[in-house]
């Protein structure tokens, strides 16, 4: 049986870029969730004042791969120690979030953050908000799989494949065959 886990690391096209290669993930999807208005617009959830973040929906095997092991490729990928932020995208729906669909994957996310901290894996305080999920829609079509119709676009050059990169080389036994 599958389950459903969302992430917010920044702009979804590189998320999503890094997890539809992750074995054991079945379904990646580019939405938004955890704002106000229902069923927005991505020129909505651009100004901010939706409360959206912009996120990736997975659906995932866990007998082929575990909350952590997604998680753990989550923290690599992106910088969950700046607030509404990540590189040169900025606003409350870059913000780094998990928002979880069973109390299970809320405990593994508060247990491997404080972990991180603990450890001070990113020599600053983590900002990551874990809640459960709400208001989510599917962003529109042209956002879905963006960076694999896209590879040579200016962005997907310069921030997506770096983060593909970074995912194939630190867990090359996550990498889809």
């Keep these: 049986m599958t389950q459903t886990l969302v992430l917010g690391g920044g702009c979804f096209w590189c998320t999503e ?4 290669k992750v074995r054991g993930v079945t379904d990646v999807e580019s939405g938004y969730c955890n704002g106000q208005t229902v069923a927005p617009t991505y020129d909505e959830v651009c100004t901010g004042r939706t409360g959206h973040n912009e ?10 791969i575990g909350t952590r092991e ?7 990928i992106h910088d969950p120690t700046t607030l509404n932020r990540q590189g040169n995208d900025v606003g409350t729906q870059y913000r ?64 997506a494949a ?12 996550w990498v889809r065959a």
Excluded: W
């Design 70 to 76: 997604l998680l753990e490729i989550f923290f690599v």
């Design 17 to 20: 870029a890094v997890f539809v």
């Design 162 to 173: 770096p983060k593909v990169a970074k995912f194939r080389q630190t867990f090359a036994r």
């Design 55 to 64: 996120v990736v929906k997975l659906v995932y095997d866990p007998a082929e």
């Design 96 to 159: 780094s979030g998990i928002y979880f669909t069973t109390p299970e994957q809320a405990e593994m996310a508060r247990a491997l953050i404080a972990e991180l901290t603990a450890g001070n894996a990113f020599g600053q305080p983590i900002v990551t908000e874990v809640l459960p999920l709400a208001n989510y829609s599917a962003a529109e079509d042209y956002h879905q799989d963006f960076f694999e119709r896209n590879p040579y676009q200016g962005y997907c050059l310069a921030v």
